[in-house]
Nanobody
Framework: QVQLVESGGGLMQAGGSLRLSCAASGRTFSSIAVGWFRQAPGKEREFVAAISGSAGTKYYADSVVGRFTISRDNSKNTAYLQMNSLKPEDTALYYC???????????????WGQGTQVTVSS
C-alpha cells in the first residue's frame, strides 16, 4: 500500500513557474514508478509525465516537453514536477500516481493522491 500527498499547486500568471511535490509513504519508494496526470474541468484525466524508480527513465506528454521536468528524491520519498512557462491551458487538478510500471496510461498506476489545483491566468 502506498499513500501519496500532493502539494505546491496554486494560482500563477502565464509564463510563471510552479513546483509540485508528491510525498509518498508505505512502501520502498525507490521500487515504484511515479506519474503525474492532470484533469481539467469537463475533460478526461491525461498523462503529463512519468519517472521510473531509479529515475533512469522519464516520459513526457508532447504538450509539456521542454517546459515541465519530472524528478525524484528517493532519500526524501518525494517526487517533483517542475513546471515552467506555464500556459492557461495547463490549468487543471494535478494528480500524483504510483505503480510498478513507468507508463503513460492511467491503468499503469495503482495508487493515487487527492490532487493539487493549478490555475494559470492569462
Amino acid at each position: 500500500q502506498v499513500q501519496l500527498v500532493e502539494s505546491g499547486g496554486g494560482l500563477m500568471q502565464a509564463g510563471g513557474s510552479l513546483r509540485l511535490s508528491c510525498a509518498a509513504s508505505g512502501r520502498t519508494f525507490s521500487s515504484i514508478a511515479v506519474g503525474w496526470f492532470r484533469q481539467a474541468p469537463g475533460k478526461e484525466r491525461e498523462f503529463v509525465a512519468a519517472i521510473s524508480g531509479s529515475a533512469g527513465t522519464k516520459y513526457y506528454a508532447d504538450s509539456v516537453v521542454g517546459r515541465f521536468t519530472i524528478s525524484r528524491d528517493n532519500s526524501k520519498n518525494t517526487a517533483y514536477l517542475q513546471m515552467n512557462s506555464l500556459k492557461p491551458e495547463d490549468t487543471a487538478l494535478y494528480y500524483c500516481a504510483a505503480g510498478r510500471l513507468t507508463g503513460s496510461t492511467i491503468n499503469s498506476y495503482a495508487y493515487w493522491g487527492q490532487g493539487t489545483q493549478v490555475t494559470v491566468s492569462s
